[in-house]
Structures are given as C-alpha cells and as structure tokens.
C-alpha cells in the first residue's frame, strides 16, 4: 500500500539500487532552453565512457521562449523516463527555470497520465505502471523488489531543485549534483564522488568553514536557495523536520539574499532543521554604487542566531566544482570541525 505525501517519514528516504554499466539512462530537459550546446554533448559522452547507455529524447533542442519545449513537450520526456522499466536514472540537461512548472499536474505516484501516452512509452512500460509507483526499496515483507519495479535515479541542481524536493516529499532519494551543460566542468574528484554516489560506493566526507554549534545528524536536502523559498507553503515542500539543509545560489545581490532568509525565518521553518550546510554563493554581488553587506555578512546575520551547527563554503553549487550530495541520506555537520560526512 502506498504511503501518503505527508505520512512520509523522511528520515528513511529509500535510497535507490546502485547503477552499473550497461544500465539506460535517460535524458531530459525539465527546466531553460539548451544554450550549452558542445557541453551538452561532452556531459553525455562523459556517462556513455562510463559504460552506460544515454538516450536522448527526440526534442532535447526544444525552444519555446526561455523554456526547452512547451509544459507538455517537457512533461513528457519526464513522464516517458519515469515509467520505462528498462531506464535506471534520469539525466538532467541544465537548470534555468521551468521544473516547477510540471509539478502543478504530476504526482510521482499516480497512474501514468493520459497525455503522455505515445511519448516515446512501450505497451510494456505502461502496463509496468501499477509497479513503478511504489516508491520503497523493499516489498511489504522486506524482499527486495525486482529492479524494474522501483523509481529511478534523477540527476541535477538549480532548478532541478524542484524535482529533488519533490521526489523527498514522496520518499524517494536522488542526487544533487551537476546538470550534463556543466558535467564535462567538473574535476576528476568531483566525477568520481558522483559516480560513487550512484555507484552504491561511499563518499567521503566534505570540509568547509566552520561557524560552531556543535554536531548533529539529520537526513540531508541540498538545493538552490532561491528555488526552494519559492517552494514554501506549496505542497512541493516536503516535510523539514529533522533536516540539514545545504543550499547555494547564483546572481542574487545580498539584499535578495537577505529578503529569502528573512521569508525562511518568517515561516518558522528554519526552526525545523537540524543544520544548515551553506555551498557556493557565487556572483552575489552588491548592485554598483549602494551602500550594501557583502552576501557573506548577509548569511551570518539572517542564519547566526538559530542555535544549529552551519557550516560556509563547502565546494557545491554555480561557477564551480558542484560536489555531488546524495538527496535524503543520513549526515553528520559538525559546525566545530567544519565537515558534512555521510552515515549509514
């Protein structure tokens, strides 16, 4: 039987079967129009050296204004990977913006939607859907369910936070990590803490600057600051308690910075985290000539006084090595020490 959104327990998010080669993954553009064209093709080449399997949709270049395809166009590549028993993981192509706008008519967990039959869906996969919605790694007597019956990896950060935060709201892990425009960016280190991460390999832990506070443990939901403020009081927002957050974010003076921790604190939810694990918060700077905090003084000043272990500039997030974090594991910050590890 299937667990309802808010019955949830997101302490024990499923993680998901570890990939290997050979295994189909799939492709799609959930969020901006493809700009990045030559790193597109070197992000998909860098899986496909890996031994996997990568299709493309038929419509991956779609355009429709500053989207990658209609709501629909993009709907249905999502739902086309999300129900094919034979795909294992779910590629991102790039942020932007866009991801939300899907979530309005989809539920991870309903029967496949009408429109998208015919979207690249065998009889096979749609006949499979009763089994793909069961978000658990174990059956109901604790056997492990055939692999084909069990949600898939999805891959990506920005705006793919909201497809991250989505799928913890049901239960189900992911990775926050780099989009394929960006993959081709990355060092080796950072490859391969990726491939760790779907792998089934441990990773190791990450070092930052410590602000105190302590040590504590909690499930971990990395993502774009900006994108999951915009998340709050929607359904989308899955349940905090019990949470280390890590966040980092792009192209936002400090006083819009300032405005989306200050709508954090005003909700209450920062009350519900356990930790904050802060990443890059690149070219956030202050508008010419006016008088303004730089974003790190923003950061202290709207975070400081919670009474949690934080942690700064761990090495995720824009213009930058984006050090994959597994979505829903159990973590240990330690706001003394300045690391973020991973528990099993």
């Known amino acids: 039987m299937l667990r309802l959104y808010r019955e949830v327990n997101l302490v024990n998010i499923n993680q998901l079967y570890p990939l290997q080669a050979g295994?189909?993954?799939?492709?799609?553009?959930?969020?901006?129009?493809?700009?990045?064209?030559?790193?597109?093709?070197?992000?998909?080449?860098?899986?496909?050296?890996?031994?996997?399997?990568?299709?493309?949709?038929?419509?991956?270049?779609?355009?429709?204004?500053?989207?990658?395809?209609?709501?629909?166009?993009?709907?249905?590549?999502?739902?086309?990977?999300?129900?094919?028993?034979?795909?294992?993981?779910?590629?991102?192509?790039?942020?932007?913006?866009?991801?939300?706008?899907?979530?309005?008519?989809?539920?991870?967990?309903?029967?496949?939607?009408?429109?998208?039959?015919?979207?690249?869906?065998?009889?096979?996969?749609?006949?499979?859907t009763d089994n793909l919605t069961k978000p658990a790694l174990l059956g109901e007597q604790g056997s492990l369910e055939p692999k084909s019956h069990i949600p898939k990896w999805l891959i990506g950060f920005s705006d793919i936070t909201c497809l991250l935060w989505s799928l913890a709201g049901v239960g189900i892990g992911s990775v926050h990590g780099p989009v394929l425009t960006t993959l081709a960016s990355e060092p080796e280190w950072s490859l391969n803490r990726l491939f760790d991460c779907v792998e089934g390999r441990s990773v190791s832990l990450l070092t930052g600057k410590g602000w105190g506070g302590g040590k504590v443990r909690g499930w971990l939901l990395p993502g774009n600051l900006t994108v999951a403020t915009h998340l709050l009081s929607t359904p989308i927002l899955p349940p905090l308690d019990g949470a280390i957050l890590a966040l980092e974010d792009v192209t936002e003076a400090p006083y819009r910075i300032d405005r989306l921790l200050t709508q954090w604190r005003m909700s209450g939810m920062l009350h519900k985290v356990k930790g904050i694990a802060l990443g890059r918060f690149s070219r956030c700077y202050p508008p010419q000539n006016i008088p303004s905090w730089t974003v790190e003084e923003v950061?202290?000043?709207?975070?400081?006084?919670?009474?949690?272990?934080?942690?700064?500039?761990?090495?995720?997030?824009?213009?930058?090595?984006?050090?994959?974090?597994?979505?829903?594991?159990?973590?240990?910050?330690?706001?003394?020490?300045?690391?973020?590890?991973?528990?099993?």
């Open 23 to 128: 295994d189909l993954l799939r492709v799609i553009a959930p969020s901006g129009a493809l700009r990045e064209v030559d790193a597109f093709h070197q992000g998909v080449e860098i899986w496909r050296r890996r031994g996997y399997r990568v299709e493309l949709p038929a419509n991956w270049d779609a355009r429709d204004g500053y989207l990658a395809g209609t709501d629909n166009q993009r709907r249905q590549q999502l739902a086309a990977a999300w129900y094919d028993p034979e795909c294992q993981g779910i590629l991102c192509i790039r942020g932007g913006y866009g991801s939300a706008r899907l979530l309005e008519d989809w539920t991870w967990t309903s029967p496949i939607p009408p429109q998208v039959v015919g979207a690249g869906l065998t009889d096979n996969a749609t006949q499979e």
């Open 299 to 344: 950061l202290r000043d709207r975070l400081m006084g919670l009474d949690i272990p934080i942690v700064s500039d761990f090495p995720f997030g824009h213009d930058g090595v984006n050090a994959a974090l597994p979505v829903g594991r159990w973590v240990e910050l330690d706001g003394d020490q300045g690391t973020l590890c991973w528990k099993n």
